[in-house]
Nanobody
């Protein structure tokens, strides 16, 4: 059974950091692009970042460029999202998702999803 387990969310003060993890089981991440999405209350799910399987190319939403870093450890079958300089507007449930091949811009294009992890940025 294909499954993601996300972890690393929590409550952090503005300017703080968190590292989210997305561990896959039941399949290997080698052939999938992995995206991170987030959804705040009352808002649509939005793409945050993505890492391609073939060459490790990365993509970021403008709102997180320079603050967030996506990476993958294929040996651990895990993708990470390092989030620095967190702002209150980063508060959301964060999801990882997989799609075969290359990164896609739309959430509906992803086939497999984790359960989400809450990130709250507040003083």
């Amino acid at each position: 059974q294909l499954q993601f387990v996300e972890s690393g969310g929590g409550l952090v003060q503005p300017g703080g950091s968190l590292r989210l993890s997305c561990a896959a089981s039941g399949f290997t991440l080698d052939y999938y692009a992995i995206g991170w999405f987030r959804q705040a209350p009352g808002k649509e799910r939005e793409g945050v970042s993505c890492i391609r399987s073939s060459d490790g190319s990365t993509y970021y939403a403008d709102s997180v460029k320079g603050r967030f870093t996506i990476s993958r450890d294929n040996a651990k079958n895990t993708v990470y999202l390092q989030m620095n300089g967190l702002k209150p507007e980063d508060t959301a449930v964060y999801y990882c998702a997989a799609v075969s091949g290359t990164c896609r811009p739309r959430s509906y294009e992803y086939d497999y999803w984790g359960q989400g992890t809450q990130v709250t940025v507040s003083s």
